[in-house]
């Protein structure tokens, strides 16, 4: 078996309920006309994708790793769902990518008839399956086997709702299947969709399973599920309700919001209604906003959500692989023919703004409700090899040109599944089972 040791040098092993293992070293990118020139891909990958990242380099800092628990369970006793507990000392998201061929995948693609078709990434012509065969293995203690039978009896007439935007979407469509595949007789689901939320029903267990689109979580101009490729983007102030009214009654519920907010300029938020005449706009750092969508998330949770009976998690950001300098390789590349993963332990790319980690850490520490925090931030960034790059369903035609030049519409934002989104959801699966 082929093992990679890629732990965080910032991890510590008491840390697995806190953000203290969020933050490995960075080397710092000295800025020169050269590397100026390789942030054109970045541009190119936001207007296809209708996601903008615009990093200032220049302005990384090395700053001291914060710690806070976001799993306390004295503030309410024993965690809901939870049967067990993580052995101490194991910090279940500092480990190693290992190879592992018995194992992995834990479905094949052709199995799920649920995957999205931007993430058919064999249907869509990749020949190689390496990127499928790797295991994540903690340092001090071994993951549980995801159980799909026990996930379901669990979810027996309850609700489970993942809200964000498509790379939540993507951990969703793992989930279902995962139930679907690792269960006596392939359980089935029924596929409805409104608007923005789109519930997997199973009448055998009377569970659900549902994704509720919500980029910025607040009520903003890129609401449809469908069409939402707006790059002035604006958010109202306050307006959580608009959607927390449909997720009022769930009992687990994976939140997730980052990259609708890098867009390198100072966000929108709006005061007043979108229906009004005149509109009253302020122009807000992308910490404040970023700052202001997460209190206004840990107020509805606290007003909405029952510690005693229900679950929160966050899911941390996903990485993207969009220059390939980064990782050292020659530039002007980035996850397009990319089959290896990124060996340097300390390896965190400057697509993952730490300034927004810590607006993370400042009002999670605030909470009165336990939000268990899934850091996958880290063990996806090694994975360049993982993305749906140019194996996808493309929903516009293709130019001369970008057919000539893959990495012009190399998708790296997305995963391939089976893939790394699966260990997200074995980290879930440990951290909802044993907090």
Wanted: include cysteine; aromatic fraction near 12%.
């Amino acid at each position: 078996m082929k093992t990679l040791d890629l732990s965080s040098s910032a991890s510590s092993s008491s840390s697995s309920s806190s953000l203290s293992s969020f933050f490995p070293v960075l080397k710092k990118i000295p800025l020169s006309p050269y590397l100026l020139t390789l942030l054109a891909p970045l541009a190119l990958v936001a207007v296809l994708y209708g996601e903008e990242f615009f990093f200032n380099l220049g302005k990384l800092k090395l700053n001291p790793a914060p710690v806070v628990s976001t799993t306390d369970e004295k503030k309410t006793g024993k965690l809901p769902f939870a049967i067990g507990k993580t052995e101490d000392g194991c910090d279940i998201f500092s480990g190693r990518w290992v190879r592992d061929e018995l194992n992995r995948p834990l479905y094949e693609e052709s199995e799920c008839p649920y995957i999205r078709p931007q993430l058919t990434c064999q249907e869509h012509g990749r020949s190689d399956k390496d990127y499928q065969h790797w295991r994540w293995q903690p340092h001090r203690c071994s993951l549980p086997r995801f159980n799909a039978t026990l996930m379901l009896e669990t979810l027996r007439g309850k609700r489970m709702l993942f809200v964000g935007d498509s790379l939540n979407d993507g951990q969703h469509n793992s989930m279902i299947c995962l139930l679907h595949r690792l269960t006596p007789g392939h359980t089935k689901f029924i596929e409805t969709t409104n608007n923005s939320l789109t519930v997997y029903t199973t009448k055998e267990y009377n569970a659900t399973i549902e994704f509720y689109w919500a980029p910025f979580l607040l009520e903003s101009n890129s609401d449809n599920a469908v069409i939402h490729r707006i790059t002035d983007r604006i958010v109202r102030k306050g307006s959580i309700n608009k959607h927390g009214q449909h997720w009022k009654g769930a009992d687990i519920i994976v939140f997730n919001t980052y990259l609708w907010w890098v867009t390198g300029q100072k966000m929108k938020i709006l005061k007043g209604s979108f229906d009004d005449e005149k509109k009253e706009i302020v122009r807000l750092t992308t910490e404040d906003a970023y700052r202001m969508a997460l209190k206004n998330m840990v107020r509805w949770i606290r007003k909405n959500m029952d510690p005693q009976k229900t679950r929160v998690f966050f899911t941390s950001m996903s990485p993207i692989h969009v220059t390939s300098i980064e990782w050292g390789s020659k530039a002007g590349g980035n996850c397009y023919n990319e089959t290896t993963l990124i060996e340097d332990p300390t390896y965190w790319g400057s697509d993952c703004k730490k300034s927004l980690m810590r607006v993370i850490e400042e009002v999670f520490s605030e909470s009165k409700f336990p939000i268990t925090f899934l850091n996958i931030t880290q063990l996806s960034s090694y994975r360049k090899d993982a993305h749906a790059s140019i194996y996808k369903k493309q929903w516009y035609p293709l130019t001369k040109e970008q057919l000539a030049n893959p990495v012009s519409y190399a998708d790296c934002i997305h995963w391939c599944l089976p893939g790394v989104q699966d260990t997200w959801n074995e980290l879930l699966f440990a951290k909802l089972f044993y907090p």
